[in-house]
T-cell receptor, first 111, second 115 residues
Framework: QKEVEQNSGPLSVPEGAIASLNCTYS??????FFWYRQYSGKSPELIMS????GDKEDGRFTAQLNKASQYVSLLIRDSQPSDSATYLC???????????FGRGTQLTVWP | DAGVTQSPTHLIKTRGQQVTLRCSPK?????VSWYQQALGQGPQFIFQ???????QRGNFPDRFSGHQFPNYSSELNVNALLLGDSALYLC??????????????FGPGTRLTVL
């Protein structure tokens, strides 16, 4: 099993809808979890970090962590066409260590 | 507040050549990590530098080497380039003592094409 796995998608939602992006992880990574947004041809941009079980909200974004199920998700409320990008899930295996990335999920928000 | 910078933006090399990529971390950060991102894939960890030493290394051959300077900037060197080394090379900076999140912030990347 890979350290971090994402449903590659693609995911397509209408403007104003909730986009739900999912990620599972292995026992080898269990510290902190991150969501990055990557526009085509650009570098990843950090949008959310989560460490504890439960939900963490920041504006239209909510990250959810369930350590028992080894599951991380990102919800984007009121999706906008500008949210169209690839979303990368990442996890850290130790406090000071490297990040492990999933393959990413491509999201398209259509007007 | 300057973010992470990388140079050059694009690079074209031929097989067998050597290349050096450069990175300056975000102001206040002391740790630099390098990642390789192939098209359609997530970034893959190459190595991480802190206090001018390589602290962790991913599954990359010895052709990939690096260095960190006293001002925390870093270089990635790749020798004997192969076609498969064509990718986006990303530098990420972080502050080692920033706590449990120890968030990593990426630079704009260097697009390397090997012909």
């Amino acid at each position: 099993q890979k350290e971090v796995e994402q449903n590659s998608g693609p995911l397509s939602v209408p403007e104003g809808a909730i986009a739900s992006l999912n990620c599972t992880y292995s026992d080898r990574v269990s510290q902190s979890f991150f969501w990055y947004r990557q526009y085509s041809g650009k570098s990843p941009e950090l949008i959310m970090s989560i460490y504890s079980n439960g939900d963490k909200e920041d504006g239209r974004f909510t990250a959810q962590l369930n350590k028992a199920s080894q599951y991380v998700s990102l919800l984007i409320r009121d999706s906008q066409p500008s949210d169209s990008a690839t979303y990368l899930c990442a996890a850290r295996g130790s406090t000071l260590g490297r990040l492990y990335f999933g393959r990413g999920t491509q999201l398209t928000v259509w007007p | 507040d300057a973010g992470v910078t990388q140079s050059p933006t694009h690079l074209i090399k031929t097989r067998g050549q050597q290349v050096t990529l450069r990175c300056s971390p975000k102001s206040g950060h002391d740790t630099v990590s390098w990642y390789q991102q192939a098209l359609g894939q997530g970034p893959q960890f190459i190595f991480q530098y802190y206090e001018e030493e390589e602290r962790q290394r991913g599954n990359f051959p010895d052709r990939f080497s690096g260095h960190q300077f006293p001002n925390y900037s870093s270089e990635l060197n790749v020798n004997a380039l192969l076609l498969g080394d064509s990718a986006l090379y990303l530098c990420a900076s972080s502050l080692l003592t920033s706590g449990k999140y120890n968030e990593q912030f990426f630079g704009p990347g260097t697009r390397l094409t090997v012909l």
